[in-house]
């Protein structure tokens, strides 16, 4: 682990300033009748669950390109997450992918335990063939024509389900690839009714405590159609399953230009909004590093639920999901938790009372630059003041680069070479 002697260094060169920008800070927010210290604590309650695939350099379908110490199974990739959480405090749980993170609970729930880490919500896929494996999905999984290869992937969910009760998860996320790359291929509404169906013996096996979350994606793999494409057939799913079951929102899963704030506002509304995957894109499902090309677009998201965050029964399960090709991933994760905090922070100094005010007259122009005033503050004194006291890094990436981590792993663990494609 990181000892705490070298972040505890590394803030002491930097507490003077710190200070003084949060002292700065903090009269002009009082000028607006804001008060940091609240801010300050709402930034040290906030967490962002890591991806346990976002730890090892990712990839696409043309080359992988590893670094030096890449995680060579789960328990290095918790060491990974533990230092993540250690440096930012922001980020308390792991979201597992099964079976990319397969071991046995007793030792992951130890190794959690031991560096003081949580699970988030678990990933089934069946969006792969695992070498050994009776049925193929290459003409999908929970939807697939064949009931033997729907059985096969609903037994895969109920075990993702197992092995997260015995490590005290609550939530399972599914993302299916099926669909078809032709048209005709398939039949849209049957493939839908089978996904359904296979859903539903999914949910039939949930703990009383857990929930289920769909999350939904343009297109890729399937080019042509996919079966849960839309927030509208996840809505439809949610709502089919019944109250444990709610829908996620993976922010690159959309068409351009699409209103991801409103979708955000309306499944809320529904009573459906489960949780996020965080990640940031320019053309499609890029999984760039949260707050990197759209940062407005993350605020506008969190303006929404910072607006909607009293709504009776809201319990987000915010994670991230990311792929890191050309960055240390831990210092991608870093940074993108973060951001995501930052945008949390932003979206809270919003002056809710003036925008009501100006939506009730119609001021179109005021109300936007209400939401710009919160947008353009610099909030960066409360996010390193929440992590200064949180006993985190003032400067995480600093801390980091400082501590030699990377160095020192790449000692123990084996190297990897960076042959052939794929996205873990
Ligand atoms: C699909 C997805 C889904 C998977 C992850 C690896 O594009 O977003 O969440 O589980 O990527
Ligand atoms: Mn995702
Ligand atoms: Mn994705």
Not at 120 to 137: C, E, I, K, L, V
Not at 171 to 192: E, M
Not at 398 to 422: K, L, N
């Amino acid at each position: 682990m990181i000892g705490k002697s070298i972040i505890e260094a590394e803030n002491a060169a930097r507490e003077a300033d710190l200070a003084a920008d949060y002292d700065a800070l903090g009269a002009r927010l009082a000028r607006r009748g804001m008060d940091i210290e609240a801010l300050t604590a709402r930034a040290m309650a906030f967490g962002v669950a890591v991806p346990s695939w976002g730890t090892g350099t990712g990839g696409t379908r043309f080359a992988r390109f590893p670094g030096p110490g890449e995680p060579a199974g789960i328990m290095d990739k918790l060491d990974d997450c533990a230092v993540i959480h250690a440096l930012t405090a922001a980020t308390p749980r792991v979201s597992l992918h099964i079976p990319w993170d397969k071991a046995d609970p007793a030792l992951l729930g130890e190794k959690a335990e031991e560096v003081g880490l949580g699970f988030d919500a678990m990933n089934s896929n069946t969006f792969q063939d695992q070498p050994g494996q009776a049925r193929s999905y290459k003409f999908g999984s929970l939807s697939h024509a064949d009931a033997a290869t729907r059985q096969q992937a609903i037994e895969h969910n109920l075990e993702c389900i197992e092995i997260g009760r015995a490590i005290g998860s609550k939530a399972l996320t599914v993302w299916i690839g099926d669909g078809s790359n032709f048209p005709g291929q398939t039949s849209l509404s049957r493939q839908f009714d089978r996904y359904l169906e296979s859903m539903k013996a999914i949910y039939a096996g949930l703990p009383q405590d857990w929930r289920i979350f769909s999350e939904h994606k343009i297109y890729e793999p399937a080019f042509y159609s996919t079966v849960v494409q839309d927030w509208g057939t996840s809505l439809m799913t949610a709502q089919e399953l019944g109250p444990k079951a709610q829908c996620l929102v993976d922010l690159g899963h959309h068409a351009p230009n699409v209103n991801i704030e409103m979708i955000v506002a309306r499944l809320i509304r529904a009573g459906k909004l489960g949780g996020f995957h965080f990640n940031d894109s320019k053309y499609g499902d890029d999984d760039l590093d949260s707050g990197t090309i759209e940062p407005f677009r993350l605020f506008l998201v969190f303006n929404e639920l910072v607006e909607l965050e009293d709504t009776p029964g809201l319990d987000l399960a915010h994670m991230i999901d990311q792929s890191h090709n050309v960055t240390d991933p831990i210092e991608s994760l870093i940074v993108s938790a973060c951001e995501i905090q930052r945008a949390f922070v932003q979206a809270s100094l919003v002056d809710r009372a003036a925008l009501d005010g100006f939506r009730g007259d119609n001021d179109a122009l005021m109300a936007a630059a209400t939401l710009r005033a919160a947008f353009r503050t610099d909030v960066e004194p409360v996010l390193q003041m929440a992590r200064l006291r949180a006993g985190a890094a003032i400067d995480p990436v600093a801390a980091y680069r400082a501590s030699g981590w990377r160095a020192q792993v790449a000692e123990s663990r084996p190297r990897v070479t960076g042959a052939g494609g794929g996205i873990v």
